[in-house]
């Protein structure tokens, strides 16, 4: 095991090259664009044995991909924001045909008006398209669940794709300590992929049948099933991967500070870990407050949550990205969970940090007294420039 | 064929066994395209438009339809510049 001061988007890259990637594909698009020219030098310079696919464009990307991992390949590919808006279509397809591409996204906002910076709405616009999601909080959980994310896919009980994303700038271009596993440690790990349940060489047989409605949902169910079962195999994935490594980030709902607060705030990637601070600050002035960090988004971490519930009497959702006329998309997945629950805390949902503006200290900690002390039915925008007054 | 009933018969991926030239379109087929070589002056017009690849080519260069996949959609005749295809109802 080395230690590199590596960017996000180089951990991805790292992570790719220790799966021993055999096909990857991709297309530029900031602030993706450094993890596949670094996979690009990998292969350039033979470090890496794999295909690297030029397309042009992402829609293109992730059907090389799917048409590789069909037949039995590793393949890895990257994008952000518009060209993942861009493979909507070949997300469902990979779902579809249960091939385990494996992705990094780095999260960034959507246009118009263009911006370069992060929130979550990229990925929250592809929740149904039959993908596992990860939200990466540190360069080191990105490298460790990329790897991860490989085995998860691949499992025989899964066999489902698999995102993992970092937030733009705050971890793609921002340099940190990475623990870097030996090859040999990720080959025992990760093991050359099973023959692929799709397709096979030899064998006369095609993607994009026909299903009348006598079986289409049967087809679904076998989905859904899927990423059911990849619930319980993520966490024995976990638990060899900190075996190996020494590092366990958590499962699907990590918390902090949780055990005996009565207040939580549900949070995404990186406004984690400055929320960490305000806990922090905020038990010190005697408030119980604590943290869960939705990790995985699908599968979406449900009984976590309920078990949550049963022992706090306020929960507020921290969300980067807003679904017009309902709420704040992770808030209304809380929400879901939970009424179906037997245990019904107060829930309230604070929108911040889109297109990039800094969730700071600050906000988090406004986001955290308003939830103690008010109840409101409405998705509160921390921080909104308005002449109006807030709700 | 194999008999699928209810989820567990189904394979994990939808996939297909058989190649699709097995599906004999023709029985979506109302109208068929009847070729006048008379007038047919073998520009292959037809062949390019088909959208089904069921145009093909005798010895002499003539289109013939391949009439187990022709659907009967009339492109070939709405495209063919000397008039030589007619549309005849199906007995």
Same mark, same amino acid.
């Given at each position: 095991?080395?230690?590199?001061?590596?960017?996000?988007?180089?951990?991805?890259?790292?992570?790719?090259?220790?799966?021993?990637?055999?096909?990857?594909?991709?297309?530029?698009?900031?602030?993706?664009?450094?993890?596949?020219?670094?996979?690009?030098?990998?292969?350039?310079?033979?470090?890496?044995?794999?295909?690297?696919?030029?397309?042009?464009?992402?829609?293109?990307?992730?059907?090389?991909?799917?048409?590789?991992?069909?037949?039995?390949?590793?393949?890895?590919?990257?994008?952000?924001?518009?060209?993942? *808006?861009?493979?909507?279509?070949? *997300?469902?397809?990979?779902?579809?045909?249960?091939?385990?591409?494996?992705?990094?996204?780095?999260?960034?906002?959507?246009?118009?008006? =263009?911006?370069? =910076?992060?929130?979550?709405?990229?990925? !929250?616009?592809?929740?149904?398209?039959?993908?596992?999601?990860?939200?990466?909080?540190?360069?080191?959980?990105?490298?460790?669940?990329?790897?991860?994310?490989?085995?998860?896919?691949?499992?025989?009980?899964?066999?489902?794709?698999?995102?993992?994303?970092?937030?733009?700038?705050?971890?793609?271009?921002?340099?940190?300590?990475?623990?870097?596993?030996?090859?040999?440690?990720?080959?025992?790990?990760?093991?050359?992929?099973?023959?692929?349940?799709?397709?096979?060489?030899?064998?006369?047989?095609?993607?994009?049948?026909?299903?009348?409605?006598?079986?289409?949902?049967?087809?679904?169910?076998?989905?859904?099933?899927?990423?059911?079962?990849?619930?319980?195999?993520?966490?024995?994935?976990?638990?060899?991967?900190?075996? !190996?490594?020494?590092?366990?980030?958590?499962?699907?709902?990590?918390?902090?500070?949780?055990?005996?607060?009565?207040?939580?705030?549900?949070? !995404?990637?990186?406004?984690?870990?400055?929320?960490?601070?305000?806990?922090?600050?905020?038990?010190?002035?005697?408030?119980?407050?604590?943290?869960?960090?939705?990790?995985?988004?699908?599968?979406?971490?449900?009984?976590?949550?309920?078990? *949550?519930?049963?022992?706090?009497?306020?929960?507020?959702? *921290?969300?980067?990205?807003?679904?017009?006329?309902?709420?704040?998309?992770?808030?209304?997945?809380?929400?879901?969970?939970?009424?179906?629950?037997?245990?019904?805390?107060?829930?309230?949902?604070?929108?911040?940090?889109?297109?990039?503006?800094?969730?700071?200290?600050?906000?988090?900690?406004?986001?955290?007294?308003?939830?103690?002390?008010?109840?409101?039915?409405?998705?509160?925008?921390?921080?909104?420039?308005?002449?109006?007054?807030?709700? | 064929?194999?008999?699928?009933?209810?989820?567990?018969?189904?394979?994990?991926?939808?996939?297909?066994?058989?190649?699709?030239?097995?599906?004999?379109?023709?029985?979506?087929?109302?109208?068929?395209?009847?070729?006048?070589?008379?007038?047919?002056?073998?520009?292959?017009?037809?062949?390019?438009?088909?959208?089904?690849?069921?145009?093909?080519?005798?010895?002499?260069?003539?289109?013939?339809?391949?009439?187990?996949?022709?659907?009967?959609?009339?492109?070939?005749?709405?495209?063919?510049?000397?008039?030589?295809?007619?549309?005849?109802?199906?007995?």
């Amino acid at each position: 095991m080395v230690e590199l001061v590596i960017s996000g988007n180089y951990a991805q890259s790292y992570a790719a090259k220790l799966a021993r990637v055999q096909v990857a594909s991709a297309y530029p698009i900031t602030p993706q664009t450094s993890i596949v020219e670094k996979i690009a030098e990998f292969v350039a310079s033979g470090e890496l044995q794999a295909e690297f696919i030029k397309v042009e464009s992402e829609h293109s990307a992730l059907q090389a991909c799917i048409s590789a991992a069909a037949l039995g390949a590793r393949t890895y590919t990257a994008t952000s924001s518009q060209g993942l *808006l861009l493979m909507h279509e070949l *997300l469902h397809w990979a779902a579809g045909a249960r091939t385990p591409v494996v992705m990094g996204v780095v999260n960034r906002a959507v246009a118009p008006p =263009w911006s370069i =910076w992060t929130d979550h709405t990229d990925t !929250m616009a592809q929740r149904d398209t039959g993908w596992i999601q990860f939200y990466g909080e540190s360069n080191q959980e990105v490298l460790d669940t990329t790897l991860m994310a490989f085995r998860l896919a691949e499992s025989v009980e899964v066999r489902l794709p698999a995102m993992v994303t970092e937030d733009a700038f705050y971890l793609s271009h921002t340099v940190e300590p990475v623990d870097i596993p030996s090859q040999e440690q990720v080959d025992a790990f990760l093991p050359p992929r099973e023959q692929s349940s799709t397709l096979q060489v030899g064998t006369g047989m095609r993607l994009g049948s026909f299903t009348g409605p006598d079986l289409y949902m049967e087809f679904r169910h076998k989905i859904a099933r899927a990423m059911a079962r990849a619930r319980d195999v993520f966490l024995e994935v976990e638990d060899d991967y900190a075996r !190996m490594t020494g590092r366990n980030h958590g499962g699907l709902l990590p918390t902090y500070k949780a055990d005996d607060a009565d207040t939580v705030l549900v949070t !995404m990637g990186t406004a984690t870990t400055t929320a960490r601070g305000v806990v922090d600050a905020m038990r010190a002035d005697g408030h119980r407050v604590g943290l869960a960090k939705l990790r995985t988004f699908r599968p979406f971490p449900t009984q976590e949550l309920r078990d *949550l519930a049963s022992q706090v009497d306020r929960i507020g959702v *921290l969300d980067r990205s807003f679904t017009f006329g309902a709420a704040g998309a992770a808030f209304t997945e809380v929400a879901g969970a939970l009424y179906t629950g037997p245990h019904r805390p107060l829930l309230r949902d604070f929108v911040a940090g889109l297109g990039g503006r800094d969730v700071t200290e600050v906000t988090v900690r406004e986001a955290f007294l308003d939830l103690l002390t008010r109840d409101a039915p409405e998705s509160q925008w921390v921080e909104l420039k308005s002449r109006q007054e807030a709700p | 064929m194999t008999k699928y009933e209810v989820e567990e018969d189904l394979p994990e991926a939808p996939i297909a066994t058989t190649p699709s030239d097995v599906i004999h379109t023709s029985s979506w087929r109302t109208f068929r395209p009847v070729i006048d070589l008379k007038i047919c002056t073998k520009c292959n017009v037809c062949w390019k438009f088909c959208p089904d690849d069921a145009v093909a080519f005798d010895g002499e260069g003539f289109p013939v339809i391949r009439l187990d996949y022709c659907k009967g959609c009339a492109i070939c005749a709405e495209e063919c510049k000397p008039k030589a295809i007619t549309m005849v109802k199906e007995e």
